[in-house]
Every structure is written in structure tokens, then in C-alpha cells.
């Protein structure tokens, strides 16, 4: 549904189109109960209404056989019921199972209130980490294994898959599979704290050229700074940021902080809550606890050369 | 012509005569969910368990000494208490006070047992989910054993004073009846910690 | 005086002097001993249904403060951590200090009344079920006072309500808050089931009592079997939190889903539970305005039960994303759809009674009427939430929200307002006013449907539940104004709702002992009705005692001004479980302070626990155990004990 990003109304991989026409089903069935159920009560108050309002003064009369409207009604509702329940069961069976053979497998870990993604390949060096959004192949089976170092959450891209829990100690499975190159935005749905509104990421489907142009950028290491507010900036970055973020090929390498290697590869910050733009990184980096009250990310109080500094570094990071 | 149905009973008993009366059932439905608490511990036990990675079971092969024994004993203690009840409802003072410290004493011991086995373990409750759960579930068990020991104290001293008569008795029924819960509840502790593990759960 | 353990009771006609003399025997002494020692079921019921309704509208504008923060995308009048406060809080009121506990006030008042008993089968139990849901809902609101309100949801998933994550008191005040009302719960519970069984009066064999005793009694066996999960789980939480155990976290071998287990084993049933005695306070009013018996008596006390068993079986449809293997998933998708059948009786037959009846549209009428609509409303919401593919959209979304207000506002507060329209003449004596009353519903309608229905499309474009903001471009925000307007419109219906409860106390109209021409037995003692209910025990010769002669389908007919006059002392009659056949001579307990003295030390100790101080903590355990010990003490006059023997 265009206008809506998170609706799962509409459907973008095999996932969802097995489900979508299962819930309008279920839509349409539920909104004719309600309207018939509305038409039978406004009909029953008209039909045998009682001349004058003192109840007391209304004759007690037992009339009519009540019971065949009982029987009636659960036979109505057996035939919706178990044309949901035969769907159900066969929706499950072809959702439910995750591929034996996946074209891809990532290990999306969610935490506090961002995503990590890291993409495994059949070599280290075939390996990378980024976060916030996940790109994958058009028509191609995706496994994402679920894990949680925190509290629970939970994985959601309402246009290609419903919901599955990322539970700490437990590995959880779920999958992907687009049929048709596009932004799709996904939300974790699982209550876990202060920003648990704003923890969101986009999963980006390619057509396989575009996927694996960009898989091979994101193998590559940061480039080095090339002016001296760049370098002033990486200085920053390995002074400060390196406390949680990496960046290949500089010597921030901490994990518990968004990989920044490519940051501006990615169409937002601060998972999915703002466009990434030079403005609204730097707004991020000055204050983010007032754009994302309860984010863990500090307010650095950094003044303004070095914001430029560290703005002009992080531009680099294509 | 329609008639009127009034209910003209004979003679019926005024207040609690002999076992029965309301505190039985009063007693009898905090048992019903006294015994659903229980329930739910043995049931996080066994879940927990199902879960767990290998390895989660501190003891393997628990130690039947001094449980068995002591199960055995709690379970005595349950025969004394019932014992004590007739010797109350046959008008055997000396009896009933008998049965009821007997059933109290034997309770003591059971409890003074449970607090050793704690005392030797290599674990305390912080060790990992299987010691927390050993501890709590025991723990809260040993809770309801305390009580038990009180109300059995408590209903001796009552019976020695002459309180309860052939006629009236329902307190020593009652209280004798919650007991009586305590010992049978044990035996699914005692089966759940000390047994399955024999039989191979989990894993 | 000695009194014999057998006696034959004295049949006798319904007279002023017996009642002058049952009226000094159970009223209540005046002052503060009376107000805080008073056992009156009446007096309970009242309490309870007055604290309940406070809480009400402490929960309600919890819900205003955070629709004005959703009224828009971005707004910043709330911060994150107020706003999670705020809806937890929020929920906790209302499905454990409001929906439950207004149902029983209702079962308190109403239950020895429907059954022509003199009270219930523990009236002092009755009473520290009351204290301490008090002394629960003063605890847990304490802690939102102070800033420590839950902040988990209702639901309080862990890890998150872990001490690592979750360092303020706010959790440790819920936890034993919870704990607390749990002792309610099932003190009420176990009461409420032996009084079903053992309190009714001659004649009302279990096929006759009225639905919402079979509604209530349902809901107390599960609440029996239920709360001690949840207790449990909040035990435990406390634990882990405190005292270094691992039942929840992962890294010591914990299982955080065990808490979803434990709660949902608990969660799922109470649903019903909040629901059931309210569908039978429907199931009985309605048929009053109809003129009419209810169609398929048995098929819907049958309904009543089944659904709870039948709950018991579906706790994991709230879990249906936690990753389970496929074949648990379907297990549980069929019982869920299951559910819907014995919903479906209640409703046909709720409709059906209109159908076949000559309804007369009273306020009440109206509120039990609407009720079949939210309820199938909420029923579809919920029939989709069973379909696993469904559900992994819809869960956590405000589908769901919409979902779960249709039902507990649809099928717990419509039908509440509905029974204080209907039984407020028995307990003040006097009629709420109807215009006011009508002004009242349509109002509650109207705002309840604009806040609520929209709800449901926001859930399926995709707002996730429990979100403290949204932002824009989402294709929420004019359906969130929407929402907002409408539940400032539902508040001003409920503020209606109440300005004609406070003006109809005194200023109503005279009511009469029974304004509606009612069948049941209530409606055959005077409004309020006195302190011992019936003067004769009545005897009951069908499920319509006060509609045999117009119905005229029987030759039986029960006998109420007629009866055993048992004033020997406070005493009322036990019957047998089913047949309800005279059992035995109750020897009712005088008022006492024990159970209020129990939960105050309760309360106390409970501070001492959540502050960690020892001298507070045993003074509280101090005062318990003396209030169990004097409430305990077997006395002679309730012929716990022997009579001294006289040589």
C-alpha cells in the first residue's frame, strides 16, 4: 500500500502473498458478520418492540423456539470457520518452514534500539557487518537467523513476513524472499524499552546485479581520508567513536555500536528514523539523545569544528 | 391450581458436626490451589529442562540418602496425624494429643533433614536456573511445612485444653486435612528432583 | 446455653416481628469498628464496585494523557519513559484493578441474593478479599505516584523487567503488587465456588441458577487454578531480581519464555474470566427487558463453561511468534478457532431473546443490546488473531489494541453499566435517571466505536502497539486524531455515567423492591434489601421464581414468603452441591476487624519487602500472624468447639 510503508494490506514476496489473500478473507468475512449482526438486533428491537416504556407493566411470555437460532448460527459459522482453518493450515505449511537451501543467510541481530546484519559468506573475507538495512536478492530465498543479546525483540518487513521473535538464548529462524526490486520498511514489534517506537530498519530488494554490486562495496575496507578536516575527523572517530562503532580499516573496531564502514551507503540513521543527510547526521552526532530520547548512543559535546571535523570524515564513507 | 413447594427438612446438623462443615471446604479450595501452585513450579521444572542445554542438571544422579528416608517419614507423619484425628473423634484425648505431636515431631525432622540436604549442597540459588529452581521449589515447599508444624502445635495444645468434643471437631479436621496436602505435595517434589533424573531427564 | 448439634428448623411466614428480630441479630454496628469490621456482602459488594470504578477513571485518564501524546505524529508531550509508564500502567488498572474486581463487587452484592442465601459462604473471607484488594491497588499505585510505575506492559515480558534492564523500583513494586492481589483473587475465588455450591437455597438445583452464577462460579475455578501462575512468575521475578536467581535470563541458564508460559497459563484464561460473569449479568438482564425467559438456558450455562475449558488450552496464540515448531502452531490455531463456538451461544441467544421477546428500550436494555455488537466485533478481531499467518501480522499491532478493548471494554464495561442501570434501584433504592441515561449511552457508543473502530486500520497499515510516537508519512496521523477525538467523547460518556450515579443516590426516582418485573430473587426483597436478605429462607420450584404465575408452565411454585425463619442466631442454610437439598445450619461469623487488621499487616510487610527493611517487614509478619490467629481461633459460637461440659 503506497503511503503506508508498514500496512500488510499488500504483499512484495512469496511470504506475504500467501498470507494477504488469507486476511482479506478473513476481513471481508469478519466486517459481513458485523453488519449482519447489526441488521438482526436493530430488526429484533423493531419487530417485537413493547407499546410503552414501563418494563414492569409488559406481559411475561415465553414464544417461539429459541433454540434453532442457536443451532442456525454455529452452523453458519462452521463453513467460514473451516474454510479459514483448512487456509490456515495450508498457509502455515508453506510459510512456516524456512528453506532447507537458502541462496543466503544473515544473522540479524537486534539490540537496543538498531539492528545488526551481518552477512556470511562461504570465506571470512567473504564476511561483513552493517546495519539498519538489508539488502537482498529479488526472487531469492533468504534465511535470517534471529538472536538477541538484550531483551526480546521482534523481526517484522510486513510486506514480505510476519513477525518473529528474537529471544536471548534461543535461535530463531525466519525468511525472505521479494518478488520485486524495492524500499520495504520493517519495525521491531516487540516491546524493549525507552525507543522501542523508533527502532525500525528497511530492507532494500535488488535486482541480483545491483545485490551483488553492492555486496562487493561493502566488502571493501573505509577509504582513508584524503583533506585535513577528513583527517581531523577519522582522528575523532578513533579517538571517540571507536568506543562502539568500527570502521574497517581504521583501528575503531568495537561491536556494540552500528558498523560505520559504509555509513553513507545507507538511506537513513539512527534505524530508519531519519533521512541520512550530512544536516541530520550532524544534528544526530550533536544531540542524539534529544532526537532519540533513551537511544544508548551519549551526547558527545563535541563543538562545532569538530562536528564539521567528523561530518566531512564520515561523507567519505561511501 | 398451582402449588407451593416448601422445603421442610427434618432434623439438620446446627454448625460443623463431625469432619464435615464449611471449614472443610474452605481448607479443601485453598488445597485446589495450593496444589495448582505446585503445579506450575513442577511445570517450570520440567520446561526449563526440556530447554536447557546439556549439562543443566547439577546432580545427575541425586542422592537417595537421606531423602528417601525422609520422604518415607514425612509420609509417617501423615499416618500419626490421621491417628491423632481418630483418637479426636473416638473422644481419646490422650490419643489425639499423641497423634498430633507425634505427627508434629515427625514433621520437625523432616524439616531439620531439608535443611541439612540445603546445607551440604555445593550450590547455593544464585549457581544457574536448575539450583534456583531446586531451591524455590524445596523452599516454598519447607514454607508450607512450617505452617503445617504450627497449625499441628497448635491444634495438640487446642485438643489438650478440651476445646474439641466427639461432636465438634472440625478445626482438627481441617488442619489435619491441609497436613495430610503437605505430605502428598512432596511426594511430586521429591519425584520430580530426586527420580527423574534416573530415568533420563533431560537428556 | 447448650446448644444441640441437631435441630429441626421452624417453618414460618415472612412477618415484621421475625424481621425486627433478624435486624438486631445481622445489622452492623454503627461507628468505625462497624465500617471496618462489617462481613455484609452487600456492603462488600458496594466497596468493591465504588474502588473499582475509582480505578476506572484513574485508568481512563491515564488513556486521555496518551491520546493527546498520539494525536499527532511527533509530538513531544511525553517523554518515553512516561508514556511506557503511562500504558502499563494503564493496563494494569484496567484488566487487573478494574475488570475483575468490578465483576466482583457484582458477584459479592448480587450472588447471595440470586441464590436466597443470608450471605456467602465466608463472609470474613469476603471481607479480606476486599481489604486486600485494597491494600493491592493502594501498593501499585504508590509506586506510579512515586514515579516506579510498571513499565513493561501489563504483560511485563522479561528480560527486559530484569534488574539489568530494569534497575528502578518499578518492577519490584509491581511484582509484589501482583503477588498481593493474587491473595484477592483467590481468597474471592474459593469463596465464591463454595458458595455455588453450598449457599443456594432449597430447590435450586445447579440446573437453575441464574447464568451469571455459572459466569462467576467459572471464572473462580479458574481463577483458582490460574493465579497461582502468575503469582508464581512475579515470585520469581522478584527473585531474579533481587536475590541473584536465574529462572529468566538466558546467561544463567534462565528461559525468558518461561515467563510468557507461566503469565499466558494465567493470561488466557483470566481474559475469560473478566468476561464471563459480565456476558451472564447480559444473559440475565436482557431477558428482563425482553419479557421473556432466555433462549437456551443450558446451551449457554453449558457455553459459560466450555469456553473456559477450552481457554485453558490456548494460552500460546499469544505466542505464536516466539518461534515454535509448526506443528504446536497448528495445534493451537484449531483449538483457538475452536472458541469461537461457544462464544457464538451467547450471542445467538442473546439475539435470539430479543428476536422472539417484546423488548422494551431502556438504558440498560441498550447497554446489554450493544453488547452483542462490540462482542461480535471483538469475536472476528479475535477469530483472525487464531489464524498463525494472520496473527504474525496482526500481533503486537493495533489491531490487536482494537481487538482487546472491543472485548474488555465491549464485553466487561458496556455490560457493567448496563447492570448498574439495572441493579442500582436494588442497591440505593432509587432509579437512575433514563434521559440522562440515554444521553449517557449514546454517548459512550458513538465515542467508544470512533476511538476504537479506527483502530483496527491503523493496526493494518501497520502501527506497531506500545509506540510512545510515530512519525509522519506512515499514513496514520489522520486516523490517530480521529482516535483521540473519539476517546475524549467515550470519556465524556462515562463522566455522564457518573454525574447520574451521583445524582441519582439521592434525587432518583423511588424504585419499589421491583421496578423492572423481575424473575429472579432478588427482586422479591425490598431495595436496598435488609441486612439478612430474606426474612424466610425461600424455597425454589424453577430458574424464574418471580415469572411462574405469568408463565403459568408449571404446577410447582416456589414458595418466598414462606420458608424456614432460621433466627435462632446469624444463621443460614447449606444446601448439597447439586441437587441443592438442605444440608446443615450455618452458624454465620459476627463482624470483625481481622481481616482488615490482616491486610493492613499484609501492606506493610509487603513495604518492608520492597525496601528491604527488616524491622518493617517483621512488624508486618507480625500483625498477620496475630490477625490469622484471632481470626482463627476456634469459637464457640460458630460451634467450632465443644461447649464446656456441665457435669
Redesign the interface.
Known sequence: MSGAPLSYLGSAGSKAHQVVPLTWFALIVSTATCLIFAALIVAAVRRGRAEGDVVAAQAVIRGGNGLRWIFVSLILAAVPIAVMLVWTMIAIARTGVPPAHPALVLDVTPQQFWWRIRYRGALPSDTFTTANEIHIPVGAKVLVRLNSPDVIHSFWVPSLSGKTDAIPGQNNVTWLEASRPGRFRGQCAEFCGAEHARMGFEVVAQSPADFEAWRRGQLRSAPRPVTTEQVRGLAIVEYRCSLCHSVRGTIAGAGSAPDLTHLMSRATIAAAQLPNNPGSLRGWIEDPQARKPGTQMPNQHLDAAQLNDLTAYLGTLK | M????????????????GR????W??VA??I???A??F???I??YF??GA???PG?LLEPAPKLFPALPNTLLLLASSGAAWWGEKGVERGRRHQAVAGLLGAFVMGAVFAGVQAYEWSVKTYG?????????Y??TTGLHMAHVLVGLVILLTLAA?TAA????Q?????VSAGILYWHFVDVVWLFVFATYYLTPYLGFPQ | MSRPAYRTPVIGDDGPELRARLQAIWETKPGLLGFLGTVDHKEIGIRYIVTAFLLLAAGGVEALVMRLQLAGPDRRLLTPEQYNQLFSTHGMTMIFLYASPVLSGFSNYLWPLLLGARDMAFPRLNALSYWVYLAAAIFLYTGFLVGAGPNDGWFNYVPYALAEYNPGLNQDYYALGMILLGISTSVGAANFIVTAFKMRAPGMSINRIPIMVWGTLTASVANLAVVPAVSLAFFMLWLDRRFGTHFFDSAGGGQPLLWQHLFWLFGHPWVYAIVLPAMGMVSDGLPVFCRRPLVGYSLVALGTVATMILGFGVWVHHMFATGLPALSLSFFSAASFAITFPSLIALASWLATIWLGRPVVTTAFLFFASTILLFVIGGVSGLMTASVPIDLQLTDTYFIVAHLHYTIVGINLFPVVGAVYFWFPKMTGRLLNERLGRWNFWTMFVGFNLAFLPMHITGLLGMPRRVYTYPAHMGWDGLNLLISIGSYIFAAGVLLFLINVARSRRGGAVAGPDPWGGPTLEWATTSPPPPYNFAVIPTIASRHPLWEAALDEEEARSSIHRGMLLDHGKEALATSPMDAEPERIVEMPEDSVGPFALAVGLLVLLFGLLHFQPWLSAAGGLIVAAALLAWLWPRRKLLERAEPAHG
Do not use: H, K, N
Open positions: 398451582a402449588e407451593l413447594v416448601c422445603a421442610d427438612p427434618g432434623p439438620l446438623p446446627v454448625g460443623p458436626v464435615s462443615g464449611m471449614g471446604w474452605g479450595t485453598l485446589a490451589s495450593e495448582a501452585l503445579g506450575f513450579l511445570f517450570a520446561y526449563v530447554t536447557a542445554q543443566w540459588m544464585g549457581e544457574s536456573s536448575y539450583a534456583s529452581l531451591y524455590v487446642w478440651g476445646f474439641f468434643s461432636v465438634r471437631w472440625i478445626p
